[in-house]
């Protein structure tokens, strides 16, 4: 997925972008263009806050939540709500939301005001992370319960695989790569920085995860080691389907 950072309002070419990317079409185009603006650009352009995606936002979390909470009370009909909250966490995090987002390159269709542009803000975790749960709620408004709750499904496919695999939250990236890879009887995989972007108040680190000497994935986020998380999780996704 990928588009144009040159906008200069919502479009439907933009909007027209990402449905297909997604793979299927919204009944009402306009709850898609709501949740691709974020607050910075109705600042800039003197729309009203409520031209943002805040308001999806939030009901997109609470629709998120309910459904990672049904998925997981049957995928483990032997865990306790202890543990099913722990595994919760993990998959609805901001950080998880982020990697789902960036995974889709959602950040490239986003509209943002220049500062946040300029900064690479719509690749921030924060940003993303809202996003994402935006575009929840717009599918679910526009699609229904059971649509958006198979679309969930698919968002968090691998991070689902992943926990019940292992029967628990997902571990560390970083070690179950590690583990992964030496099990195949290579070398640990090391950790390339790629770049640093923005603010000093905002910075966004892109990391490239290298086994044998190939890039087997790729993260950003805020802080290096999250980059770092995010590169180890899509080399998992990866390298999992290779083996």
């Known amino acids: ?3 144009s950072r040159d906008k200069t309002t919502p479009t439907r070419a933009s909007v027209k972008a990402l449905e297909t990317a997604l793979g299927f079409s919204f009944k009402d185009p306009s709850l898609l263009r709501l949740a ?7 600042n800039e352009h003197g729309l009203d806050p409520g031209q943002s995606y805040e308001r999806l936002e939030f009901l997109g979390d609470a629709v998120l939540e309910l459904a990672v909470s049904t998925e997981l009370y049957l995928r483990f009909p032997d865990a306790d709500e202890g543990e099913l909250t722990k595994i919760r966490s993990s998959l609805v995090r901001r950080e998880t939301l982020a990697e789902i987002a960036r995974r889709m390159d959602l950040g490239s269709y986003l509209f943002v005001g220049k500062g946040v542009e300029t900064s690479n803000g719509h690749q921030q975790d924060s940003v993303l992370a809202a996003a994402l749960e935006a575009l929840v709620a717009a599918v679910y408004i526009d699609q229904g319960n059971e649509f958006t709750r198979q679309f969930i499904l698919k968002l968090i496919d691998a991070e689902l695989a992943q926990a019940e695999l292992q029967g628990g939250p997902p571990e560390n990236p970083k070690s179950l790569l590690q583990e992964m890879v030496q099990g195949q009887g290579l070398e640990p995989p090391t950790y390339k920085l790629v770049s640093s972007e923005g603010p000093d108040h ?8 290298l086994v044998d000497g190939q890039v087997v994935g790729t993260g950003a986020g805020g802080k290096k080691s999250e980059a770092e998380g995010a590169a180890a999780r ?10």
């Open 1 to 3: 997925m990928g588009s």
């Open 36 to 42: 691709l603006v974020h607050s910075s650009y109705c």
């Open 202 to 209: 905002g910075p966004v680190f892109t990391v490239d995860v």
């Open 234 to 243: 899509a080399a998992l996704a990866t390298l999992s389907g290779e083996i």
